[in-house]
């Protein structure tokens, strides 16, 4: 585990961050900085797929700039369809010709669902991408027979009517699916079972689960967690899948993690005072304790750590934005959520050992959005340029780091002022990324790198002249990236760094 240390409140000694680069620890497996796109209000349609005869530019439907921009961010996975939408997804609504393709209700709004974008449109923007299919199965209104039809749809190459189906549909060579989740959020929308109960169920769809294809699939456990915090669920689920005459053994448990404050209008993604802002942080923070039980839950039944733990579904969940469908869960994106990200990102970092996946919600105009839509505009969130700027994490091996900092009192709780992480990749490159999680006063941080001369070191930060601050249609580049000057080597081994107030900064020693 990597090591943090906090100071006591009020102590006079340094603040300091000491990595020990000659202490490796764990690989930081690159899906931990995954995504997460399901047709719910603008995600889809309006958001990512645009249709092939739009004036806004695309290939085969899929819109051109966030294409992009998710490669830029080397974005490793995508979950889809759902979410909730997964379990009231019926996966032959979505193949064939468009125009005979049914028209549904959607579970978000009643919203009408074309299934224009379906298993293909997914595959092919996965494609576009460069990043790995998460497909969620509809355990909740769907069947066995359901779900192991469409897995022989994507992944075989045998002579079978579904593959031909597939074949005639447009695609010869059948698809790779690393990753399929098994149903979602069980205990709520996915069905309101208990785990008991999602335990049988999950056994009889695991046995029936055949990948036909010649790499492994995944079969992972989805969506424990809501307000099971001490992960009382997670244990009786696993005891109920593994004591039994034949056990299975489950590939992958995935939680979900929310900061989540809907139904408390004080808490505006844009309109809050310092108050709110630590309120937030220190919820974002308590993942922490959430992942560390349900990760001796796991150790219990396979201290080997080859289960994956997985947080498919994390980020800050506010109020919609005024004048918006409360169904669709489009909120804005401030300086605020880009600290967020780089403290959750970091927490998954120090549990790199056993968490090996994660997927932020959502991609486009819903909850912690990466992007913002409106017609051809197109608004990078403060998340994003997070997403971009710890990137060189994935893959890298994870650092042993302790560190010396202060602590806020948020409501008689301490929350540290100083979140980081430290890697190693495979060219020699350290990276060390910070936040400052103080709303309104910057801070000087020493680091000290063991066993590694500090020559040439570079500096981005993320930061703005308020917390609050935004980036908007109007003002799309309030919040962006630039260089970071408040570092100086001290000597060989020592830097020391000013880290604005309510800031991410990325230092990468060359």
């Not at 490796?24 to 309006?46: M, Q, T, W």
């Not at 695309?58 to 700039?65: C, H, K, L, Q």
């Not at 022989?152 to 079978?160: G, K, P, V």
Request: aromatic content about 10%; charged content about 20%.
């Amino acid at each position: 585990m990597t090591s943090a240390r906090e100071g006591d409140e009020g102590s006079k000694v340094m603040n300091k961050l000491t990595v020990y680069a000659d202490q490796p620890l764990s690989k930081i497996n690159r899906h931990l900085y995954g995504h997460f796109a399901e047709h719910l209000g603008a995600c889809i349609y309006d958001g990512i797929y645009v249709g092939e005869d739009s004036r806004i530019p695309n290939v085969r439907g899929m819109r051109s700039d966030i294409v992009e921009a998710m490669k830029q961010i080397r974005a490793p996975n995508l979950r889809w369809p759902g979410g909730c939408f997964a379990d009231v997804y019926h996966w032959r609504d979505g193949i064939g010709p468009r125009e005979q393709r049914p028209t549904r209700l959607n579970f978000w709004g009643n919203a009408p669902e074309t299934n224009a974008f379906g298993t293909h449109e997914f595959m092919d923007l996965c494609e576009q991408i460069g990043c790995e299919p998460y497909i969620g199965g509809n355990v909740g209104s769907g069947t066995v027979q359901e779900m192991r039809d469409w897995i022989e749809y994507l992944t075989s190459n045998y002579d079978s009517t579904l593959s031909n189906e597939r074949r005639a549909n447009g695609r010869a060579q059948a698809w790779r699916i690393p990753f399929w989740g098994i149903g979602n959020e069980n205990w709520g929308c996915g069905g309101l079972m208990r785990p008991e109960y999602m335990a049988d169920l999950y056994c009889q769809y695991h046995n029936f689960m055949r990948n036909y294809g010649d790499t492994p699939m995944m079969r992972i456990a989805s969506g424990l967690g809501g307000s099971d915090t001490n992960a009382e669920d997670a244990a009786i689920f696993m005891d109920r899948i593994m004591n039994r005459r034949h056990p299975v053994h489950t590939d992958g448990l995935s939680i979900h993690y929310y900061v989540y404050l809907p139904d408390q209008p004080r808490h505006s993604a844009t309109e809050f005072g310092e108050a709110e802002w630590y309120e937030v942080l220190k919820l974002a923070s308590d993942i922490d304790g959430v992942i560390a039980k349900n990760a001796a839950v796991l150790d219990t039944y396979d201290p080997g750590k080859r289960i994956w733990l997985i947080v498919d579904e994390w980020g800050a969940w506010y109020p919609v934005e005024p004048g918006t469908n409360p169904a669709f869960l489009y909120q804005q994106n401030s300086m605020r959520d880009a600290v967020v990200a780089a403290l959750t990102l970091h927490i998954f970092q120090d549990h790199c050992d056993r968490v090996q996946m994660a997927n932020l919600a959502q991609t486009v105009n819903v909850i912690q959005a990466l992007f913002l839509t409106k017609g051809e505009a197109l608004v990078y969130t403060p998340t994003f340029h997070v997403f971009d700027m710890l990137k060189g994490h994935q893959d890298a091996t994870a650092l042993r780091y302790d560190l010396i900092a202060p602590v806020i009192d948020v409501n008689s709780v301490p929350l540290a002022q100083i979140s980081a992480g430290a890697s190693r990749a495979e060219n020699g490159e350290v990276l060390v990324t910070l936040a400052n999680l103080h709303a309104s006063e910057s801070t000087a941080l020493e680091i000290e790198f063991t066993d590694r001369a500090v020559t040439e070191i570079t500096g981005v930060e993320l930061s703005a002249d308020h917390f609050t601050a935004h980036n908007t249609f109007d003002e799309p580049t309030r919040v962006t990236p630039k260089r970071f000057d408040g570092v100086v080597i001290q000597d060989g081994s020592h830097v020391r760094v000013q880290l604005p107030a309510a800031s991410v900064v990325a230092l990468t020693l060359v």
